[in-house]
């Protein structure tokens, strides 16, 4: 069982940056694979990035490529996402998921453990 913690968000201006953490508590977090996803109002969940068990591998979505940067510290069990450059259209509320097996899918109904999510609003 894993519990998972979101944490950073809040109302900034568009061109901001924030820094979401996720902060898990239970066994072996550092045998999971950690995803990000979003969800805006009226929008369905959608994938934002993904970092492999050991951090070796990452994805992104391309709507956040080259401006959100996902990493990890096991020895912290926590796992970050850095957004640069926000938007509004990044407004929704993330939320950070465990996956048992694999490194990290796109699919939020992979992942095995979800936390309760932490609003970002961006201003135009």
């Known amino acids: 069982q894993v519990q998972l913690v979101e944490s950073g968000g809040g109302l900034v201006q568009a061109g901001d940056s924030l820094r979401l953490s996720c902060a898990a508590s239970?066994?072996?977090?550092?045998?999971?694979?950690m995803g990000w996803f979003r969800q805006a109002p009226a929008k369905e969940r959608e994938f934002v990035a993904r970092i492999s068990w050991g951090g070796g591998r990452t994805g992104y979505a391309d709507s956040v490529k080259g401006r959100f940067t996902i990493s990890r510290d096991n020895a912290k069990n926590t796992v970050y996402l850095q957004m640069n450059s926000l938007k509004p259209e990044d407004t929704a509320v993330y939320y950070c998921?465990?996956?048992?097996?694999?490194?990290?899918?796109?699919?939020?109904?992979?992942?095995?453990?979800w936390g309760r999510g932490t609003q970002v609003t961006v201003s135009s």
């Open positions: 998921a465990a996956q048992a097996s694999g490194y990290g899918s796109r699919q939020y109904d992979e992942y095995d453990y």
């Open positions: 239970g066994r072996s977090f550092s045998s999971y694979a």
